[in-house]
Nanobody, 125 residues
Framework: QLQLVESGGGLVQPGGSLRLSCTTS????????IGWFRQAPGKEREGVSC????????VYVEPVKGRFTISRDNAKNTVYLQMNSLSPEDTAVYYC??????????????????WGQGAQVTVSS
């Protein structure tokens, strides 16, 4: 059974950092691109970042560029999202998702069939 589990969320003060982990099981992570998405209260879900199977292609939406870093460790079946300089606008439930793609491709507009349950990130003083 294919599963993705997010962890590492929590409450952090503005300017702080968090690292989200997406731990996978039931499939070979190396065969999948992974995307991170978020949904804030009252807003639509939006893409945040994605990483290709190779790790050589990464994509970030403009609001998180220079602050967030996505990475993967296929041997540990885990993808990470390091989030620095957090602001209240980053408050949301963060989801990771998996999609079978060619080796160097990821795109946030692609369809992602497999999703985790989400992790809450709250940025507040």
């Amino acid at each position: 059974q294919l599963q993705l589990v997010e962890s590492g969320g929590g409450l952090v003060q503005p300017g702080g950092s968090l690292r989200l982990s997406c731990t996978t099981s039931g499939f070979t992570l190396a065969y999948y691109a992974i995307g991170w998405f978020r949904q804030a209260p009252g807003k639509e879900r939006e893409g945040v970042s994605c990483i290709s199977r190779s790790g050589g292609t990464t994509v970030y939406v403009e609001p998180v560029k220079g602050r967030f870093t996505i990475s993967r460790d296929n041997a540990k079946n885990t993808v990470y999202l390091q989030m620095n300089s957090l602001s209240p606008e980053d408050t949301a439930v963060y989801y990771c998702a998996a999609a079978g793609r060619s080796f160097n491709r990821c795109a946030l507009r692609d369809e992602y069939p497999y999703w985790g349950q989400g992790a809450q990130v709250t940025v507040s003083s």
